[in-house]
């Protein structure tokens, strides 16, 4: 009777720890950019569903270090900017992806290659093709259900 009762009690925990294993882990897929100027793409899951979030420093601001968050609520979010990205960099110089909430600009320098630039409402940054290239195969690489 004893041992039936202790099985009862450690079946709900036995239960949460497998879904914890089940679940991805919050935070932090990859670091594209560190240092001075960051940025980085993060996953944050809740129970019903996972968001995505690019954050990276505010290129507007020289005085202090602001931070901002560019968010994809679903998946299919992500995959636009995933796409975008990858059109762009087959696109020309002046190439615009224009999106509800922020937009992409494709900007070749002559001696510093391809580089693309991020503009929120309020927000600013830019990065390189090489850092456009971690994102597009980030992306691509996530397990989506």
């Not at 793409?41 to 569903?49: I, K, M, N, W, Y």
Request: charged residues 25%.
């Amino acid at each position: 009777m004893k041992k039936a009762l202790l099985c009862l009690l450690l079946i709900p925990f036995a239960g949460i720890s497998r879904l914890n294993n089940i679940l991805p882990p919050a935070g932090s897929i990859v670091d594209i950019r560190t240092g001075e100027w960051p940025i980085a793409l993060q996953r944050t899951v809740a129970r019903s569903d996972t968001s995505y979030s690019l954050q990276f420093r505010d290129m507007q601001v020289m005085s202090g270090v602001v931070m901002d968050t560019l968010s994809f609520n679903d998946v299919v979010q992500l995959k636009y900017f995933e796409k975008a990205l990858t059109v762009l960099k087959t696109g020309h110089t002046g190439d615009i992806a224009r999106f509800s909430d922020y937009s992409i600009k494709r900007a070749d320098k002559k001696y510093q290659g391809t580089w693309y630039i991020l503009k929120l409402k309020y927000g600013l940054t830019d990065f390189k093709q090489s850092e456009a290239d971690i994102l597009i195969k980030t992306i691509k690489g996530l397990k989506f259900e």
